[in-house]
């Protein structure tokens, strides 16, 4: 445990040490985020959601799918529709977003990719209409499939409307790794494979992620934001089937979340990589 933290404290040295903080001049800049479930928005950059609202930044969220499938061996795929859409809605009045800039393109979760030329022209729609001067979209390298989706998604609809943003990557499920959670000791295989995902995660870290917010001082809204996610925070039935988010891995991954700063990898687009905030 000592020398995980270590390696913690050095990754995090390293980090303020190479990337830059977005200002209050880029915070006040208008933002679309878009969500692969109802929850990633609170996770991957609540803090930085909170903080534009209260500088005045106009902000709207889209979640790209409805949450149907989330616990449907437990209840209903309509009654979790339901439910995570009313989830969404109070998470996002919590982070200062009103509910009118809040939509939901309704594809189920786990089935985006199997659908991504109706949600590039979904989205494309959508952005045909907004002037935003950001968008906010999963990395590049995330594993889920709807959050690589979303992130392939986006940039299609963005290249079909010819729109220049800003666009800045949050990270989730990139945090699922030593030493942010701990690896499984069953056996030297998986001993090595956490140490090999250990390296190319802290390549990564370094090399992408070199833009952050400070969030310690809105930490505790974006706690109460998240908690409006009760699906994903609470058994709303009390069975051992229906899994939180605290409980992977013990905890540590839900920690990952409640950092001082939200890190993001950013770029101009359709330029080149480099030249952002």
């Not at 679309?32 to 803090?47: K, M, N, Q, R, Y």
């Not at 339901?82 to 009103?98: H, N, P, T």
């Not at 295989?189 to 070199?210: A, C, H, P, T």
Request: net charge positive; aromatic share 12%.
């Amino acid at each position: 445990m000592f020398f995980k933290l270590q390696i913690r404290r050095l990754y995090r040295h390293v980090l303020k040490r190479v990337a830059k903080e977005v200002g209050e001049n880029h915070l006040k800049s208008s933002a679309v985020i878009f969500s692969p479930h109802a929850d990633d928005e609170t996770l991957g950059c609540g803090g930085t959601i909170i903080r534009k609202r209260r500088l005045g930044a106009e902000v709207k969220i889209v979640f790209m799918t409805d949450g149907s499938a989330s616990h449907k061996h437990l209840i209903s795929k309509n009654e979790l529709k339901i439910i995570r859409k009313r989830e969404a809605l109070a998470a996002s009045a919590r982070l200062g977003v009103e509910e009118n800039n809040v939509f939901f393109l309704d594809f189920e979760n786990r089935r985006l990719s199997q659908l991504m030329d109706l949600a590039i022209s979904k989205v494309a729609q959508f952005l045909a209409s907004q002037h935003p001067d950001e968008i906010f979209i999963p990395y590049s390298r995330e594993p889920p499939s709807d959050h690589w989706a979303t992130n392939k998604i986006v940039l299609a609809a963005l290249a079909s409307c010819r729109k220049s943003v800003t666009v800045y990557e949050y990270p989730l499920w990139f945090w699922h790794h030593w030493p942010w959670t701990s690896v499984s000791r069953d056996s030297y295989r998986e001993i090595l494979r956490g140490f090999l995902n250990n390296v190319v995660s802290g390549y990564r870290l370094i090399k992408d992620f070199r833009y952050f917010t400070h969030v310690e001082e809105v930490l505790e809204i974006k706690r109460a934001a998240l908690n409006e996610h009760k699906s994903q925070m609470t058994k709303l039935i009390p069975l051992p089937e229906w899994k939180t988010l605290g409980e992977i891995s013990n905890g540590e991954f839900l920690q990952c979340f409640f950092q001082t700063e939200e890190i993001f990898r950013c770029f101009s687009y359709p330029k080149q990589m480099g030249a952002c905030v």
